[in-house]
């Protein structure tokens, strides 16, 4: 669901050195989960700073150079297509940050074409799809120089549902325990 920002948002840690905290205006994500203690009573908890993102797949044979600078520009173009594609959302902020991804690989077919991304963070999980939209329809990134020109984005994992999204990255098992 989108609520208000708690007072103090928590942040969320992006390759191990950069913060991405939580907006403390407009509406933030919040993933609802209930279920019973261990003595018989009922919660209902509200989880906050989770932030949802796709990865998207640089064009073949790209390279990036992955500065700051370029990033904080990725991420205001990103900003900016947003804002206009994502009509009647009122955010002061659509792309939370973009980082520079080389761990990951497609399984896809088992072949592994793609091996650089970026990992879009956006404010609200309805966001993924206009986002994927702009990437798969071509965009200019900064610092992303293509052998031919291509400035498409094949899109990766923007399909997972936010809650299941949460639950993976966290290591959730449905009707598990949670502590």
Not at 22 to 36: E, N
Not at 132 to 140: A, L, P, Q, T, Y
Not at 160 to 171: E, G, H
């Amino acid at each position: 669901i989108g609520g208000n920002p708690l007072d103090q948002h928590p942040s969320e840690l992006v390759n191990d050195r950069q913060l991405v905290v939580g907006s403390s205006t407009g509406q933030v994500p919040v993933i609802r989960a209930y279920g019973v203690t261990d003595q018989g009573n009922s919660v209902a908890v509200f989880i906050h700073g989770f932030t949802p993102y796709g990865y998207f797949a640089l064009p073949a044979n790209a390279t990036f150079d992955n500065t700051e600078e370029n990033l904080a520009k990725i991420r205001a173009s990103i900003n900016n297509r947003l804002e206009g594609a994502a009509r009647g959302t009122k955010l002061t902020e659509y792309c939370r940050s973009v980082s520079y991804v080389t761990s990951h690989k497609s399984i896809m077919g088992y072949d592994t074409p793609h091996t650089k991304f970026l990992k879009v963070r956006v404010a609200m999980p309805t966001l993924i799809p206009p986002l994927r939209r702009i990437m798969e329809d071509g965009i200019d990134l900064a610092g992303v120089r293509s052998p031919n020109g291509e400035n498409v984005y094949s899109a990766f994992e923007c399909n997972v549902p936010f809650v299941l999204r949460y639950m993976i990255d966290q290591d959730i098992s449905g009707a598990g325990w949670l502590t």
